[in-house]
């Protein structure tokens, strides 16, 4: 039976991974969805990310030794040994990315579901990486309403960020400026690259500059779909996964 782990994005609750989930287990996969320091578990200071790298080998690590059920020590070494299938999705896949590339050995495949990573430096994100820094600012100058701050929020157009508390607001800072020394061509490990068709927090053109510069690397465009197709086309993304890790 295979084993897939998940690391998803930007969230604070996995509940709409359920239906995706059990789509992967009724197709025979066993599944194993990793709480993520500063969404789904806590932490008590800014992450950067090689926090990230370093925290999500332990846990690969920990939970294969967990998981060991045989007294045969060459087989439990066998078992141990075994390469992992990591899904990462949105900013999981920006850190599993970082992770494939200092620990290529620990792959067997890699799934990119409308992965960041890419970095950005036009005008119109420049301009939000301003705002991010006097939103708050901003905000308690013109009023204590609220409802003007969330328009302010959406003017900017990043809910993550408007969630986030201060630390996590510092570690999506970190992340972000991580983009910039994000070598794709020293990714080595196989790669399936899952994107939305209409994605539009991480566009298409990020995929397939991922599938140009990555060697090892395969693009499936889901149609119609935006930045979360394991929720909206949980069927046609779980089956592009499965049909692939055979290959």
Do not use: C
Request: charged residues 25%; aromatic residues 8%.
């Amino acid at each position: 039976m295979k084993k897939i782990f998940i690391l998803h994005g930007w969230t604070y609750s996995t509940e709409k991974w359920n239906r995706f989930v059990k789509l992967l287990k009724q197709k025979g996969i066993e599944v194993e969805m990793l709480n993520v320091p500063g969404l789904t578990e806590r932490i008590d200071k800014a992450w950067n990310i090689e926090d990230y790298v370093e925290w999500l080998k332990q846990k690969i690590e920990n939970q294969k030794v967990n998981n060991l059920t045989t007294s045969n020590v060459a087989d439990a070494m066998k078992q141990f040994n075994n390469k992992v299938i990591l899904i990462g999705h949105s900013n999981g896949g920006r850190i599993a990315l970082n992770f494939a590339i200092k620990y290529p050995e620990k792959f067997e495949k890699l799934i990119l579901i409308d992965s960041a990573g890419i970095y950005h430096d036009d005008l119109l994100i420049r301009v939000k990486r301003s705002m991010f820094k006097s939103l708050a600012k901003i905000g308690k100058k013109l009023t204590s309403s609220q409802g003007l701050k969330k328009i302010l929020y959406k003017i900017v157009g990043e809910n993550d960020y408007k969630n986030a508390n201060p630390i996590m607001k510092q570690t999506m800072l970190n992340l972000i400026n991580s983009d910039k020394s994000l070598s794709l061509n020293k990714v080595t490990v196989p790669i399936l690259i899952i994107w939305g068709e209409n994605d539009q927090i991480t566009p298409l053109s990020d995929g397939k500059l991922m599938n140009k510069f990555i060697k090892n690397s395969k693009l499936y465009i889901i149609d119609g779909a935006k930045h979360s197709p394991q929720f909206t086309r949980p069927n046609q993304v779980a089956e592009t996964i499965v049909n692939n890790l055979t290959m």
